[in-house]
């Protein structure tokens, strides 16, 4: 079975600064991956996702990803973080039947 | 395009009362919908599988009896609580599954917060 790992519960970075989300992801076979923001009460926004090809993934909002084979991670970056971007992100990959397993979570917190 | 929305966003219900919430696709057809909940401060936990015109499939350890699945047309899944307690308060997340270029992809609600009294 597919597995996601967060290892990051919570980060707080600078406006302004660069910032990076860890995902490590455990899957048999070639992984679909996506990485989802969702704002406090709300549902989850699709920031990018990787299905093959150019390992590096550009998203909305600034995002980019980079998925790398040998360390089983897709880690999620943004070269200059917002305050709008406070938020919770996940990590998810694809298995079969099209579901999605989550990773628990980076709680993101901008300091202004 | 590929929006979904829930109703109701917030519900309050008495324990031992049932409880329906729905799940749309506004501007697309959507064959499979996924039904999820999450507890706060953690991942989403798949519930089930929510596939037109058939029964759905269950995750393990969901009880299929009291979180009652119905996918009655292309663009509508309702997840009904039945005999809601406390322990059923959460937030639950509907998606809707797209094709896009031969691959697939899910489209989420904006979710629903059931507090059972």
């Known amino acids: 079975a597919q597995s996601v790992t967060q290892p990051d519960i919570h980060i707080t970075v600078s406006e302004g600064a660069s910032l990076e989300l860890r995902c490590n992801y455990s899957?048999?076979?070639?992984?679909?991956l996506f990485w989802y923001v969702q704002s406090p009460g709300q549902g989850l926004q699709l920031l990018l996702k990787y299905f093959s090809g150019d390992t590096l993934v550009q998203g909305i909002k600034g995002f980019e990803a980079e998925f790398k084979r040998s360390q089983s991670s897709f880690n999620l970056r943004k070269p200059s973080v917002h305050w709008s971007d406070a938020a919770e992100y996940f990590c998810a990959v694809e298995g079969g039947g099209n579901k999605l397993t989550f990773g628990t979570g980076t709680q993101l917190k901008v300091e202004l | 395009g590929a929006v979904v929305s829930q109703h109701p966003s917030r519900v309050i219900c008495k324990s031992g009362t049932s409880v329906k919430i729905e799940c749309r696709s506004l501007d697309f057809q959507a064959t499979t919908m996924f039904w999820y909940r999450q507890f706060p401060k953690q991942s989403l936990m798949l519930m089930a599988t929510s596939n037109e015109g058939s029964k759905a499939t269950y995750e393990q350890g969901v009880e299929k009896d009291k979180f009652l699945i119905n996918h009655a047309s292309l663009t509508l899944s309702t997840l009904t609580v039945t005999s809601a307690h406390p322990e059923d308060s959460s937030f639950y997340i509907c998606?809707?599954?797209?094709?896009?270029?031969?691959?697939?992809?899910?489209?989420f609600g904006p979710g629903t917060r059931l507090t059972v009294t």
């Open positions: 899957y048999g076979a070639t992984p679909y």
């Open positions: 998606s809707a599954r797209v094709e896009r270029q031969g691959l697939f992809e899910q489209y």
